[in-house]
């Protein structure tokens, strides 16, 4: 099986940015959202992007965000991915690709198959579906360290790309990456010392034990 394409997801100063450069991970994450420890200015975007260019993509992620934010954050950072984390339907997916000519990964919040299937309806919209973990009400909709059950999306076959989040950790991402075939993996809080401080180190190991060296 091929090793999965590797996000870190959170990276908010040019230490935590380098550390993803030199363990090779083939995304790094911009949070534009408020209510995020993570979350990054355009200007900080922009010199760090300066930093990445030419050496990881970009993705910036967005919560329920209107074109202006979006916007601003792809001219600031240019981006190189959007990833929607809110409740954007395949509508609002398919307008943010067409207006940004930019590929649209779409986060599903995963307890039951059902939510699963609800990825079908992304095919066309989207690129790629990220498969994550349902946050308890009134708390981050993503990058909270909590996993679902992986094997609501072993091996999944679907209309788009795919990738697996929430909760991944140096500690589990081979057996995660192991028991889903997941194509990407992405980890934010399990690269993390606390919220929103990246750790090297972590970065490193999450990296290595992805590719199973
Ligand atoms: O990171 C955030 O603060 C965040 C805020 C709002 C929506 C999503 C957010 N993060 C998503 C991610 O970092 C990852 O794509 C994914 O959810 C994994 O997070 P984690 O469980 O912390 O590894």
Not at 41 to 50: E, I, K, V
Not at 175 to 187: K, S, Y
Not at 195 to 204: H, L, N, S, T, Y
């Amino acid at each position: 099986m091929a090793a999965p394409l590797i996000k870190i997801c959170g990276i908010n100063d040019p230490a935590a940015l380098d550390a993803v450069i030199r363990a090779r991970a083939d995304y790094a994450g911009f949070v534009f959202f408020a209510p995020s420890p993570r979350n990054l200015s355009p200007a900080t975007a922009a010199a760090l992007a300066a930093r990445a260019q030419g050496h990881v993509r970009k993705v910036g992620l967005f919560v329920d965000a209107d074109d202006a934010v979006i916007a601003d954050a792809v001219a600031a950072a240019r981006l190189d991915a959007l990833q929607l984390h809110g409740g954007e339907s395949p509508e609002r997916a398919a307008h943010l690709k067409a207006r940004f000519d930019l590929p649209v990964w779409k986060a599903l919040p995963v307890t039951s198959p059902a939510d699963v299937a609800q990825a079908g309806a992304y095919a066309g919209a989207a690129d790629l579906v990220l498969f994550d973990a349902k946050t308890p009400k009134g708390t981050l909709p993503g990058g909270m360290g909590l996993s679902f059950d992986w094997s609501l999306v072993a091996h999944w076959q679907g209309p788009l790309a795919w990738g697996l989040a929430g909760g991944l950790t140096p500690e589990n991402v081979a057996e995660a990456a192991r028991l889903t075939g997941a194509p990407l993996v992405d980890t934010s809080s399990g690269v993390e010392s606390a919220p929103g401080v990246k750790d090297a180190g972590r970065i490193a190991a999450f990296c290595a034990a992805a590719r199973g060296a």
